[in-house]
């Protein structure tokens, strides 16, 4: 069960956040075997959940709100042109103590790309 929450703009959209294992982790693809964190852009939680498995992530849930977006991650998504973006979950593999260096957001496409080309 992936982690993460959601929250309802003033709109009536919706924004969806959750905590994923790696698409390349999950297939035995070198890469990154980290966890990633997605944000979604939909009308609903039901369409923001559909965007993501008709990209091929099909086992996605959303159970809860704990980890829901924060104001600047909505920002980061609204912002974006295709609403749909991604990032290494923060706090992974950080020792604790440690500030990281936050990672810039990025288009969805870059995540599935190294996935679609092992295919």
């Known amino acids: 069960m992936a982690a993460g929450g959601f929250c309802k703009l003033p709109d009536g959209m919706v924004v969806v956040a959750l905590n994923l294992p790696s698409p390349t982790a999950r297939e035995g ?68 103590g440690v500030v990281a260096v936050p990672e810039l957001w990025r288009p969805i496409r870059s995540l599935l790309r190294g996935t679609a080309a092992a295919a």
């Open 29 to 96: 693809l070198p890469g990154p075997s980290t966890d990633v964190r997605v944000l979604v852009h939909a009308q609903n939680r039901a369409r923001a959940l559909t965007r993501l498995r008709n990209l091929g992530l099909r086992a996605v849930y959303l159970r809860g709100n704990a980890e829901p977006p924060t104001p600047d991650e909505v920002t980061a998504v609204l912002h974006h042109p295709d609403g749909l973006i991604w990032r290494t979950a923060p706090g992974n593999g950080v020792p604790i």
